[in-house]
């Protein structure tokens, strides 16, 4: 038993560590490379690169907050939560998938709170529009935690239909 949850302790800091990785390693070759507001094409206007410095949250939120709030609110806060669903992670799931998941969400959570930390904001760049379709700016560390949320959704679907399968 003690050697599972130290294996799981080693995949899940390698994968947390992995999503960190990616999403630094972007925003520096961003912060480095693009001006602020600069617009690149990638694929038409579908896929376009530029920089936002985001002071907030999703979508700006708290922006304006003082810097106090804004530590409690963006840092601590987040921080105490991701090191409560590692734990989960590590000794709760029940699933690969679920691990997975989580690992995805607390590696994208630490990739934005690195950022306040250093930065105070969190350097969004890229944007995607389909047709009427389209996201905010965005990071690779938003990426992590929507994968990491959809994989949750999924499992928590798969779950469900075995559980009516099985009634």
């Known amino acids: 038993m003690k050697r599972t949850i130290w294996l799981k302790i080693i995949l899940g800091l390698l994968l ?5 990785s990616c999403d630094q390693i972007t ?36 922006q304006h907050f003082s810097p106090t709030i804004k530590l409690i609110i963006f ?21 690969n998938l ?5 690992t995805f969400i607390i590696g994208g959570g630490i990739g ?5 930390v250093l930065y105070s904001s969190v350097t969004d760049f890229m944007y995607i529009e389909i047709g009427s379709l389209h996201t905010g700016i965005f990071n690779m560390a938003d ?5 990491g949320g959809i994989t949750l959704l999924l499992q928590w679907f798969i779950s469900s239909r075995k559980n009516l399968a099985a009634s």
């Open 27 to 62: 925003k520096k070759h961003v912060r480095k490379n693009i001006n602020t507001h600069e617009y690149i094409e990638v694929l038409n206007t579908n896929f376009v690169l530029t920089k936002i410095e985001n002071t907030g949250a999703a979508l700006s939120f708290g």
């Open 75 to 95: 840092q601590l806060v987040p921080l105490i939560v991701l090191l409560g669903l590692f734990y989960y992670a590590i000794h709760k799931t029940d699933t």
């Open 143 to 147: 990426v992590s935690v929507t994968l």
């Open 16 to 20: 947390v560590i992995a999503n960190v």
């Open 112 to 116: 934005n709170i690195i950022d306040r």
């Open 98 to 102: 679920k691990f997975v998941a989580l």
